[in-house]
């Protein structure tokens, strides 16, 4: 079997006595074959260069490498090269993909099932974030482990280096979407609460549903007060679909009054930089102001709640918070007591419009 030698040389790669050759095995159909191909005295560094070249075909072409099976580290470490020049969520992933090979580490990938998956979720569920809440984990957090997971094996199939999904029966779990919107009141007292760019921060979030990220990010060139709007190009969202945000006048008031940092671009700067975070300031307006259970990002529940009540239709709603999918949209718009009240209202006024009408119409008769 073809394995790094005391030399050490690479996965595939041997020498002997009439120089270097390539050593691995390949399937055809349900038959596993040893290939070897013979590169002669060759430099080191060009035999190398061959393996490279060769690689790829072993990829393509489904060849196995010599144990005959993908570790799990190999396929995660595969997966972030894709993560980092194709996703936005590169740094979420890093963390998630760093558990993930905590646990499976050198397993071969083929033999993953979904009980060794649930033995990772449990664990997972023990160490959880018992030190920051002392609370179990929610299934909202558990199914990005179990997505990036899922992503890795279908990066794997989709490279040629598994035939089939291991782990096709994992499920994940039902999750409960966030419904806390701040009531006009919270909202005032948030704001009375906040330092002037944090104020900033809070109501573009909250009137026009702007990202966090999208927030920080926003350059001066990105703001046109002449047309009072903000546009994101695909690059700038999460999404990755460009979008334009339309400004109240309040925002382009706010937005005027931001003095501009020397040498930065950026709208929202700290000590001449881009403002990077703002969880502690935030955490400590929410503190001061006494509202409880609520995160930065559920003020963008609360601007499309907000645009909802105000009559506004679904599609223009999506169309400014940049939502993708319906389905995600309603997770955002709360539907709450009041809503329903004036469900019961409207149907009220409606039956009895019905019922003079027809009265009326009986008169006449």
């Known amino acids: 079997m073809s394995r790094p030698n005391v030399h050490g040389l690479p996965q595939h790669l041997r020498r002997d006595a009439r120089g270097y050759f390539l050593d691995y095995d390949i399937r055809e159909g349900e038959i596993e074959k040893r290939k070897r191909v013979r590169l002669g005295l060759i ?28 570790t799990f580290n190999e396929a995660a ?20 993909v760093g558990r993930l090979k905590a646990f499976f580490e050198n397993r071969p990938l083929e033999n993953l099932n979904p009980d060794i998956v649930e033995a990772f979720i449990t664990q997972r569920r023990e160490a959880g974030n ?90 001066w060139d990105q703001v046109d007060f002449q047309n009072k709007i903000i546009t994101l190009e695909a690059a700038d969202t999460k999404t990755q679909e460009k979008r334009e945000i339309p400004l109240s006048g309040l925002l382009v008031e706010l937005l005027k009054r931001i003095p501009k940092t020397l040498g930065s671009p950026c709208v929202f700067t700290y000590k001449g930089q881009r403002l990077k975070d703002i969880k ?64 019961l209202q409207k149907a009220e006024a409606l039956i009895d419009t019905n019922r003079t009408s027809t009265a009326e119409a009986q008169v006449t008769k």
Do not use: W
């Open 130 to 219: 018992c030190r920051l809440t002392g609370r179990a984990l929610l299934g909202t957090t558990l199914n990005r482990d179990i997505g990036t997971l899922k992503s890795i094996v279908s990066r794997a199939i989709l490279n040629g280096l598994i035939d089939k999904n291991p782990i096709k029966g994992v499920r994940k779990f039902k999750e409960i979407p966030r419904d806390r919107v701040l009531e006009p009141e919270e909202y005032q007292r948030l704001l009375g609460h906040c330092r002037p760019q944090l104020g900033t921060i809070v109501q573009l979030a909250y009137l026009i549903g702007m990202r966090r990220g999208e927030i920080l990010g926003l350059r």
């Open 77 to 96: 470490d595969s997966f972030m090269a894709y993560s980092r020049s194709r996703r936005k969520t590169f740094k979420n992933d890093a963390q998630i």
């Open 280 to 343: 502690s300031a935030f955490g400590m307006a929410c503190r001061e102001s006494g509202i409880s259970d609520f995160r930065f990002h559920d003020l963008r529940h609360c601007a499309v709640t907000n645009l909802r009540k105000a009559g506004v239709s679904d599609t223009v709603i999506m169309s400014i918070s940049g939502h993708k999918t319906y389905a995600m949209f309603k997770r955002y718009n709360r539907i709450d007591r009041v809503d329903r009240m004036a469900a």
């Open 43 to 70: 430099p080191l560094a060009q035999a190398k260069k061959v393996l490279a070249q060769h690689m790829q075909e072993i990829v393509d072409k489904r060849f196995l490498s010599v144990e005959g099976k993908v």
